[in-house]
């Protein structure tokens, strides 16, 4: 399931009923966080307000909130703190 750009609470909230649904049913693959670290250029028909800089501590708060459900995050590589974030 893909995610679009929402605020951090929204994302999490979402990503922890992925886990949930993943945990119940084996056809849930996981979760694909398509947003909000996209490049405001660059970011298709994601709401501008949403998007933000993937610093480390909101990746791993995603993160925490997926628990193993989260199989792949779009990060646009040029924002601020990407690098330090993707690692």
């Known amino acids: 399931l893909s995610l679009v750009s929402a605020p ?3 994302l999490s909230s979402r990503l922890a009923a992925i886990a949930e649904a993943k945990a119940r049913d084996p056809r849930v693959l996981g979760a694909h966080l398509e947003g909000p670290f996209l ?3 660059f970011r298709g028909a994601h709401d501008p307000e ?23 995050i779009t990060v646009a590589p040029d924002r601020p703190q990407a690098l330090t974030a993707i690692e």
């Open 39 to 41: 490049h405001p250029d």
């Open 8 to 10: 951090v609470d929204v």
């Open 50 to 72: 949403a998007l933000r800089d993937p610093d480390p501590a909101t990746v791993g708060r995603l993160r925490d909130a997926a628990g193993d459900a989260l199989i792949q």
